[in-house]
Nanobody, 123 residues
Framework: QVQLVESGGGSVQAGGSLILSCAAS?????MGWFRQAPGKEREGVAS????????TYADSVKGRCTISRDTATNTLFLHLNSLKPEDTAMYYC???????????????????WGQGTQVTVSS
């Protein structure tokens, strides 16, 4: 069983930046960030494969965020820039057992999930 612990969420004004971190208790396959706003379905934000580190981004955040991972420390990061009020949500870290995923932004591809960290963006 892999444990995932997110940190780095908070409240910022529109246009601000945040860096989210996710500490994994063990090495995993592909990893991703997801978010869920009240009354909405969980959606994929960004993912990164194992090995080559291939990244995938949702259109809603493309150009405004960067996903990266430190395999030496089993830590996943999400740099969020130019934040908008519509980015407000609970952000979750997720990990898969395999390296490459057919649909990297689909929640069903992931086996392990963190408890989430809240991001709130005010206008």
């Amino acid at each position: 069983q892999v444990q995932l612990v997110e940190s780095g969420g908070g409240s910022v004004q529109a246009g601000g930046s945040l860096i989210l971190s996710c500490a994994a208790s063990a090495y995993t396959g592909g990893m991703g960030w997801f978010r869920q706003a009240p009354g909405k379905e969980r959606e994929g934000v960004a993912s990164i494969s194992d090995g080559a580190g291939t990244t995938t981004y949702a259109d809603s955040v493309k150009g405004r965020c960067t996903i990266s991972r430190d395999t030496a420390t089993n830590t996943l990061f999400l740099h969020l820039n130019s934040l908008k009020p519509e980015d407000t949500a609970m952000y979750y870290c997720a990990a898969a057992r395999v390296s490459r995923l057919f649909d990297p932004l689909a929640p069903g591809q992931y086996v392990y999930w963190g408890q989430g960290t809240q991001v709130t963006v005010s206008s």
